[in-house]
């Protein structure tokens, strides 16, 4: 079956510092992967995506990397803002279009 | 365009009873998946729907079911309410290309 794990269930970051939020997933055969930011009370917001053919895609302030030698993806967030506050999921889909969810890591910016 | 809409936003019922949440789509996506979302289980998929079938179907007892109309909203239905159903319950919708899944806000339920 699929799993999708986080390494770390919280996160606390300086205002200004990079926020790094990693993610493990299990189907190498999965070929596309999203970051979902979550904040309280609402659905999870699409921040940035991936296609299994790129090792790294930049958005504004965040990037996702993705090594598909160890199954693993990460999301950068540069200059991290009180507003980035949420908790943060990774995406995986597999090859039948099904999509997985990590359970989140909550990341907390202290001002 | 318009996002993707939940109603109601909180809904609060009583163990036994049932209930009907609804989502309507991004103008255009013609897949909507439901998910339950609890804090010690994460996002658990429910179902989803593509053209009025349903396509793929997760690991939830038969008192969950759903159904889509021929707009593409969809409605899922809890039946005979338990506890543990209280829940954030989201929808996400694609088109047809298979990316841009986008959720909706959610509907809180509370069983009491």
């Known amino acids: 079956g699929e799993s999708v794990g986080l390494h770390l269930p919280t996160l606390s970051v300086q205002e200004g510092d990079n926020s790094i939020i990693n993610c493990a997933y299990s189907?190498?055969?999965?070929?596309?992967f999203i970051w979902y930011k979550q904040e309280s009370g609402k659905g999870p917001q699409f921040i940035i995506d991936?296609?299994?053919?790129?090792d790294k895609r930049q958005g504004q302030r965040v990037t996702v990397l993705l090594n598909k030698t160890v199954k693993h993806l990460s999301l950068q967030i540069a200059a991290t803002q009180p507003g980035d506050s949420a908790v943060y999921f990774c995406?995986?889909?597999?090859?039948?279009?099904?999509?997985?969810f990590g359970t989140g890591t909550s990341l907390t910016v202290i001002p | 365009k318009a996002g993707v809409t939940q109603t109601p936003r909180y809904l609060i019922k009583t163990r036994g009873q049932q209930v009907t949440l609804s989502c309507s789509p991004i103008?255009?996506?013609?897949?909507v998946s439901w998910y339950q979302q609890t804090p010690g289980q994460g996002l658990q998929f429910l179902f989803e729907?593509?053209?009025?079938?349903?396509?793929n179907k997760g690991n939830f007892p038969g008192r969950f079911s759903g159904r889509q109309f021929s707009n593409s909203r969809s409605e899922m239905n809890v039946s005979t309410l338990e506890l543990g159903d209280s829940a954030l319950y989201l929808c996400?919708?694609?088109?047809?290309?298979?990316?841009?899944?986008?959720f909706g806000s959610g509907t809180r339920l509370t069983v009491v």
């Open positions: 995406a995986e889909k597999d090859t039948g279009n099904q999509f997985y």
């Open positions: 991936i296609r299994s053919n790129m």
């Open positions: 103008s255009g996506h013609r897949s």
């Open positions: 996400a919708t694609r088109g047809d290309s298979l990316y841009g899944y986008t």
């Open positions: 189907n190498s055969a999965s070929d596309y």
């Open positions: 729907y593509f053209s009025e079938t349903q396509r």
